[in-house]
């Protein structure tokens, strides 16, 4: 199976589990947790590659407080979409497809339109790339939630958590580089690991829940 089908078939079924987990709270909430300790697992995987064993303590402090803000972020959502307050779950939801429609838009205008890379650090992330990531975002959250959120803070949410989020993809891109590894992991075919599927979610979401406290 070529590497673009396998993408296509992994995302369709990462949806389907999606759908079907909210449709009952703890199924919801298992999914949430088993993604946490996955992505803590390629974390460790990563960070033991990284620091050598003077680094111990540096190493053991990262993991603490990536574990840390991991169990935050899946509280807070699990919160968020339990709760009986329609405007977080909008606003769960508005992140989250941002981050998605992002990772989409960056990848079909990279694709498409080529050109300039943004940095060495990640080769396949184009200046183009980062346009469509925008681009993309913009046009379909104004069309999904104009009717919920006003038209000047859909375009602040927007901007921001689509550049936390891409500015997400690099930095794991760059632990990546370091640790010389292509994938944080195999779990997903067409897409690597975990990390690799979530990397600029796991930095947006943190950022999009303190702009709603300021906003």
Excluded at 22 to 42: A, G, M, R, W
């Amino acid at each position: 199976m070529k590497e673009i089908n396998k993408r296509i078939f992994t995302s369709i079924v990462l949806i389907a589990i999606f759908l079907f987990s909210i449709l009952v709270k703890e199924i919801f909430f298992i999914t949430l947790v088993l993604i946490l300790f996955q992505c803590f697992y390629e974390f460790y995987f990563i960070l033991n590659k990284i620091f050598s064993h003077k680094n111990k303590f540096i190493f053991f402090l990262s993991l603490f407080f990536i574990l840390l803000s991991l169990s935050i972020i899946v509280s807070k959502i699990f919160i968020l979409y339990t709760g009986e307050i329609n405007e977080d779950k909008i606003i769960l939801l508005l992140i989250i497809l941002i981050c998605i429609l992002s990772d989409i838009g960056g990848f079909l205008f990279g694709k498409y339109f080529k050109g300039k890379k943004i940095t060495k650090i990640s080769p396949n992330k184009t200046y183009s790339g980062s346009i469509g990531s925008f681009i993309l975002s913009l046009v379909v959250i104004y069309f999904l939630f104009n009717n919920y959120i006003s038209t000047g803070q859909l375009l602040i949410y927007t901007i921001i958590i689509s550049l936390a989020s891409q500015i997400g993809d690099i930095i794991i891109s760059y632990l990546k580089r370091k640790a010389k590894l292509k994938d944080t992991g195999n779990i997903l075919p067409g897409h690597g690991g975990f990390l690799d599927r979530f990397d600029g979610m796991i930095f947006a979401l943190p950022i999009g829940m303190i702009i709603t406290n300021i906003i």
